[in-house]
């Protein structure tokens, strides 16, 4: 009986965990996915061990855990309004970016005072397929620890532009169908109707828009469409080969 409620309580403390973490990841944006600081990634970790001991703690009571998970919420929201209100501030909170690489020479002390490694460096120019210091112009570290790359004009890739060919727009596809659903609003916005796109599904061989999992209108009025039903060839295994008859 006693495991039995204490089970049933860590059930609700988790559920209770789970969605004020929902609610407070909302409300604090992707500001903590996308610009991911060491000082984001820390208060991340802090309050997601907030909520662990919300849920399996069960020597406190469950209200100072969850008013810890809130006064840790709401310092980030606060220091996300602070650095997008001050810039010095946010300087001090967040740093700021480093040039590591200047003209093509080494930034070397300026590395040393970022404990910033030549083989940290070289690694992330090579994921950025750099493997020639002698081919990078300027190198910034940013604040979120990547590292963006200018290369020598010399060694850029050759444009359209630069060739003076013209292009054609090539924006967002639109998606009509998904699992197996029209999406009737995205077809008026591309002024089509339920009628030409059934048309066109017939001509790639599809009967009913449920077969579709996913159907895409790009801008240059071309359907892509993906249904359920893969008709991929399976590819040969090698053990059934018997060699040419």
Do not use: C
Request: proline share 3%; net charge neutral; no cysteine.
């Amino acid at each position: 009986m006693i495991v039995l409620n204490e089970t049933l309580i860590v059930i609700v403390r988790g559920l209770i965990g789970f969605f004020s973490l929902l609610i407070f990841a909302r409300v604090l944006g992707k500001q903590q996915i996308s610009q991911l600081t060491f000082f984001d990634y820390v208060l991340g970790i802090t309050i997601g061990s907030v909520a662990a001991s919300l849920t399996t703690d069960l020597t406190s009571r469950a209200w100072l855990h969850w008013v810890g998970l809130i006064t840790w919420s709401v310092v980030v929201f606060l220091l996300q309004i602070i650095t997008i209100k001050s810039r010095p501030l946010a300087k001090h909170i967040d740093g700021e970016p480093v040039i590591v690489i200047m003209n093509g020479h080494l930034m070397n002390e300026t590395m040393k005072k970022a404990r910033y490694r030549t083989s940290d460096l070289l690694e992330q120019l090579r994921k950025k397929e750099v493997f020639d210091l002698s081919e990078v112009e300027f190198a910034v570290l940013e604040t979120n620890g990547q590292l963006s790359v200018l290369k020598k004009s010399q060694y850029l890739p050759v444009t359209p532009q630069d060739l003076k060919i013209p292009t054609v727009y090539k924006g967002m596809s639109t998606e009509l169908i998904y699992d197996g659903k029209i999406i009737e609003q995205n077809l008026k916005q591309v002024n089509l109707d339920r009628h030409w796109l059934e048309e066109e599904l017939k001509k790639q061989g599809v009967t009913n828009p449920a077969e579709v999992f996913l159907a895409l209108l790009n801008t240059q009025g071309n359907l892509f469409v993906d249904t359920y039903k893969d008709t991929v060839k399976q590819p040969l295994d090698v053990s059934d080969y018997s060699g040419p008859n």
